[in-house]
């Protein structure tokens, strides 16, 4: 059964086998929930991140949660909006390819934020519809692996769309 979990607050502090930061490409920290994610996780985050040599858009790698209360961060890289089609395929790839790194890594619980529609500028309603579509899909092609995924919205506006599409 499909089942994406909506929720709302500060993902620094929510509890999860991992926590998605939506990073930028050389993954030492910036600014909204990059940057929260890094102040809240202690210097060993960045340290570890220094180690990783940066992320391509759409791609995710992996780190320890340090000081958080998630085990891990998955960091991924969203497209700055240009309006191109291929913002739309990078965006979806940051889903698949957390997804893709939670399983790899045997992780359970996954939490995202609404990646890229903060200072990238991705439309938030289009960004919640790619995102839970894609999450949709990557579940149905993965049934037999058991994860729960929640989106946590920053704001209100973010929270609606997303309760929007989940009903």
Request: hydrophobic residues 40%.
């Amino acid at each position: 059964m499909i089942k994406i979990k909506i929720t709302q607050g500060d993902i620094t502090k929510m509890k999860a086998d991992a926590i998605v930061n939506a990073a930028n490409n050389s993954l030492l920290g910036g600014g909204g929930v990059d940057g929260a994610i890094h102040a809240a996780a202690c210097p060993h985050l960045l340290e570890e991140c220094m180690t990783l040599h940066g992320c391509k858009t759409g791609d995710a790698k992996i780190t320890l949660g340090y000081n958080l209360p998630a085990k891990h961060v998955i960091h991924t890289v969203g497209p700055v909006y240009s309006g191109d089609h291929s913002d739309s395929e990078m965006l979806e790839s940051c889903y698949r390819s957390s997804l893709n790194v939670a399983r790899d890594a045997n992780l359970h619980s996954i939490i995202f934020p609404a990646i890229s529609t903060g200072a990238f500028g991705f439309p938030a309603k289009m960004a919640a519809e790619i995102a839970y579509k894609t999450i949709s899909d990557w579940q149905k092609e993965n049934k037999t692996y058991q994860i729960q995924v929640a989106i946590c919205a920053y704001d209100d506006e973010i929270y609606q769309l997303y309760e929007q599409l989940a009903a």
